[in-house]
């Protein structure tokens, strides 16, 4: 599985960008993907999951209720949809996905990793 996030950029503080994920190869064996993200000078930190063949998401509290995650089945493409953001969002978002999840929220459990897309929001 090859994935491709892109949709990134600069935007001011309570603006708005949507991230895209874009899967190929052989994307049958996916069941969950998720939205990773890593500060300059952080750890990489889990953003939001969403289950591939049903509607299941999760999100770190400290997105909820500003960002939506959501998948584009036919298009094999997860969208991450972020409101309200604040200088605390900027960070590099991976896409990441697995075929056997074993904890939602740990980068480890996830097998095939996008190439990450900056955004970057200004005060």
């Known amino acids: 599985v090859q994935l491709q996030a892109s949709g990134g950029g600069l935007v001011q503080a309570g603006g708005s960008l949507r991230l895209s994920c874009g899967a190929s190869g052989v994307t049958s064996s996916v069941r969950f993907m998720a939205w990773f993200r890593q500060a300059p000078g952080k750890e990489r930190e889990f953003v939001s999951a969403?289950?591939?063949?049903?509607?299941?998401?999760y999100y770190v509290d400290s997105v909820r209720g500003r960002f939506t995650v959501s998948k584009e089945y036919a298009k094999n493409t997860m969208y991450l949809q972020m409101n309200s953001l604040t200088p605390e969002d900027t960070a590099v978002y991976y896409c990441?996905?697995?075929?056997?999840?074993?904890?939602w929220g740990v980068g480890s459990s996830y097998g095939y990793w996008g190439q990450g897309t900056l955004v970057t929001v200004s005060s």
């Open positions: 969403v289950s591939w063949s049903g509607g299941t998401t």
């Open positions: 990441a996905a697995t075929a056997a999840l074993t904890n």
